[in-house]
């Protein structure tokens, strides 16, 4: 008998593609759209995000070519718990968050995942470009990089646990993106040409402050820009039109170049310094999750990614009392409260969790 696979759909090619290498592969495969948020939640036009009804609409007729049932559920009040008001009270407290990786933990991989084994499935597919292998001296399911390095999805999974990786497949992770395209083109996909939204979904016109502005019901108050020893040196139009790193728009005219090097949430401050005043050696995290090793308590050598497109950079990482400590070989610019550190030995991700401070 075919083992069953709930594909998690999008409304995309890769997911459609998925769908149909899964159903090639031997498997009872049924699509799943997950119901998010309702637009008017978040100020936008029902045609601008991945979650619109024609996204809906393309995996239904995905699905119907395949000749896959197609099912839709309703994860929006999970989303905006655990998606949308995570990503607000991040930048409230002076954070910059990635709520990607929050979808893919609590409703892709969690969610999804719990519903799988309700509805009596065997698997959940995705179309992420990363592999999934179990490692038989270890005991233990390891989670790589993709084959098309361009498209390595696996820093945004960094989350994913022992169980989830048993019973998780990602079918695009031996393929290049332009593969995927010609594969669902064949084959007559819908979504073959359909192009990816690199926005979030919930604010799609990039506009984070008016998001966050609607979705709180609060209005930011002005504050100062201050120096790094403390002196005034204009006024910020509220923390939540900042992260670090930022030069552009801050409205300061100086002598030299200034950037944001700090957000203080409790004094409604924005810190700006010179570019040399963003760079750190080390960082904490914690919310850590471990994927191949059961603990780091032993210091191991790594290579360390502080953003989805910063370049892994040597380093030494250990954990002590649930607190990831990262010592960088060589400086880093701009390591961003909120962001995920993800942990890399080779192609294979150790682990990783949200960064909290630049210093031990």
Not at 26 to 39: I, K, P, R, S, V
Not at 194 to 201: A, N
Not at 279 to 299: C, E, G, K, Q
Request: aromatic content about 10%; glycine content about 8%; charged content about 25%.
């Amino acid at each position: 008998m075919a083992e069953k696979a709930l594909i998690a759909m999008s409304g995309g090619v890769d997911s459609s593609a998925a769908a149909l290498l899964m159903q090639q592969a031997g498997y009872e495969c049924a699509g799943a759209t997950m119901h998010l948020f309702d637009n008017p939640d978040a100020g936008i036009s029902k045609e601008k995000t991945c979650c619109s009804l024609s996204d809906v609409q393309d995996a239904k007729l995905v699905c119907a070519r395949l000749g896959m049932l197609h099912y839709v559920f309703n994860f929006s009040d999970r989303f905006r718990e655990k998606v949308m008001q995570r990503f607000a009270y991040c930048y409230e407290n002076g954070m910059t968050p990635n709520p990607c990786i929050d979808c893919n933990r609590y409703l892709k991989f969690d969610a999804m995942v719990q519903r799988m084994h309700e509805m009596e499935f065997d698997c959940i597919v995705t179309g992420h470009y990363a592999q999934i292998v179990y490692d038989e001296t270890c005991g233990r399911y390891l989670l790589k990089k993709a084959a098309d390095p361009d498209k390595d999805q696996s820093y945004v999974l960094y989350s994913l646990t022992q169980e989830q990786l048993r019973v998780t497949r990602f079918p695009l992770g031996g393929f290049r993106k332009s593969e995927i395209r010609a594969i669902a083109e064949k084959h007559g996909l819908v979504t073959a040409r359909k192009k990816e939204s690199q926005d979030i979904c919930f604010v799609p016109d990039g506009d984070y402050a008016g998001f966050l502005e609607r979705f709180t019901g609060r209005q930011f108050p002005c504050g100062d820009f201050t120096d790094t020893d403390g002196n005034r040196l204009g006024t910020h139009h509220g923390i939540i039109h900042y992260t670090i790193g930022q030069r552009r728009g801050l409205g300061i005219s100086a002598g030299h170049p200034l950037y944001v090097c700090g957000i203080d949430p409790t004094e409604n401050r924005v810190i700006l310094g010179e570019n040399a005043a963003l760079f750190s050696d080390r960082l904490t995290a914690d919310d850590v999750n471990l994927i191949s090793v059961p603990d780091l308590t032993t210091p191991m050598r790594v290579a360390a990614k502080i953003r989805y497109r910063h370049k892994e950079q040597p380093a030494l990482a250990w954990m002590k009392d649930g607190v990831l400590f990262v010592q960088f070989d060589v400086p880093q610019r701009a390591v961003t409260c909120g962001q995920a550190v993800v942990l890399y030995q080779g192609d294979t991700v150790v682990g990783g969790g949200t960064i909290r401070s630049a210093n031990f």
